[in-house]
Structures are given as structure tokens and as C-alpha cells.
């Protein structure tokens, strides 16, 4: 069974510029949600897709868009980036299901480290 | 919206139990989980908790009290491997987002 993988590992890009974070989701998940980790700080909800749909979606800005493919697998995109935009973004799949442990068990990637100067 | 507090950091000795506490705020309520989070890795999945009690995995267990809204994980036999990061989390009413806490840095001291 694969895990769930990210790439790239790290990135740096330039105030202003656009960037694609990819993300293959576990065998068999069907749900892939997109996370936000500043240094010392939690985990911070972005985004939720399930079968391709986006299904909830937290208090970011809408310069913030996803995509989820028939294979599951998902993109991050980012717009215009800003200096705080720099952390680590995480990609975390489930096997789909509404509240219960299949929601909560989330499989996260190693995550992909963006830096923006 | 939803909210949830726990302490930044924790020490204790190798052997020894720590109890992480976790206060949570809600509109909707489905269950308490707990993520372990080394330096550079990703989070990985502890327990979770849906109903009042004690659930108990190895050496980990975790509690919840809803009525309290209220839960701790409990580490037993502590281990230098488990200094790490640890988070509890809850689902949204909606049961599309998890909502983090801002995580409790253990330190396990020989």
C-alpha cells in the first residue's frame, strides 16, 4: 500500500509569483484535504476535496485553488504570493465518509516546504 | 467557529507518564483525535475519541468528557522517541474540515 506523496519537498519562490504543490492521495482514498503549518503552530485547514468536488473550504483567500483528478491525486495553487504564505503545506487523504473515525484518520504527507522572499 | 487550547510544552523524564490536556470549543461536535508530529515530519494519527471514556492503544490512551468538552492524552513508559509534537483535533459540524490545536511540544529528558 502507498503512502501519500508530495512534491516537491522544498521550494522557494518570489513575492508575487504563482506555484503548483501536488499531492497523490493513499490506494483506495478518496478524500484529500490541503493544510497550512506555520513554524510552531498548528496544522490549519485549507481545503477539502472528495471525488473532485471541493467539500469545505476554511478562511483562506480565495487566491488559494485546488483541483482533485479521477485518480484522486490533488494541486495545491497559490496566486500572488505574500511573505506569510512561506510554511509547510501539508496533504492528508481519508477514505471518505462523513464524521466517524474514516474522517478523522487523516494519512498526511511529508509535506512540501515553501519559502517566499 | 471552533477552538481548542492546550498547553505549549511539556517536560517530563524517560519512564515517567504525562497527561497533554485539551480544551475545545464548538458548534458542532463528532469526536477528539490526537496527531504526533516529530521535527520535520508529517502528523501521524494516535486514537480517537467519539464517546465519553477512556480508549486505551499501547502505551498511549486517551479520554474524553463531553460534557466537560475536555479530553487529555496520556503517555505511559515514556520514551526519548516520544519527544515530538502533539496536536488534538476536532471535526467541524459539517464533517469536512479538522480544526487543530497549536500542539504541545514533550520533551523527554533522560
Known amino acids: 500500500e502507498t503512502g501519500v506523496t508530495q512534491s516537491p519537498t522544498h521550494l522557494i519562490k518570489t513575492r508575487g509569483q504563482q506555484v503548483t504543490l501536488r499531492c497523490s492521495s493513499q490506494s483506495g482514498h478518496n478524500t484529500v484535504s490541503w493544510y497550512q503549518q506555520a513554524l510552531g503552530q498548528g496544522p490549519q485547514f485549507i481545503f477539502q476535496?472528495?471525488?473532485?468536488?471541493?467539500?469545505g473550504r476554511g478562511n483562506f483567500p480565495p487566491r488559494f485553488s485546488g483541483l482533485q483528478f479521477p485518480n484522486y491525486s490533488s494541486e495545491l495553487n497559490v496566486n500572488a504570493l505574500e511573505l506569510d504564505d512561506s510554511a509547510l503545506y501539508l496533504c492528508?487523504?481519508?477514505?471518505?465518509?462523513?464524521?466517524?473515525?474514516?474522517?478523522?484518520?487523516?494519512?498526511f504527507g511529508p509535506g512540501t516546504r515553501l519559502t517566499v522572499t | 467557529g471552533q477552538s481548542l487550547e492546550q498547553p505549549s510544552e511539556v517536560t517530563a523524564v524517560e519512564g515517567a507518564i504525562v497527561q497533554i490536556n485539551c480544551t475545545y470549543q464548538t458548534s458542532g461536535f463528532y469526536g477528539l483525535s490526537w496527531y504526533q508530529q516529530h521535527d520535520g515530519g508529517a502528523p501521524t494519527f494516535l486514537s480517537y475519541n467519539a464517546l465519553d471514556g477512556l480508549e486505551e492503544t499501547g502505551r498511549f490512551s486517551s479520554f474524553l468528557s463531553r460534557s466537560d468538552s475536555y479530553g487529555y492524552l496520556l503517555l505511559q513508559e515514556l520514551q526519548m522517541k516520544d519527544s515530538a509534537s502533539y496536536f488534538c483535533a476536532v471535526e467541524n459540524n459539517a464533517g469536512n474540515m479538522l480544526t487543530f490545536g497549536g500542539g504541545t511540544r514533550l520533551m523527554v529528558k533522560p
Open positions: 492528508a487523504s481519508t477514505p471518505g465518509g462523513r464524521g466517524g473515525k474514516e474522517s478523522y484518520e487523516q494519512y
Open positions: 476535496y472528495y471525488r473532485e468536488e471541493e467539500n
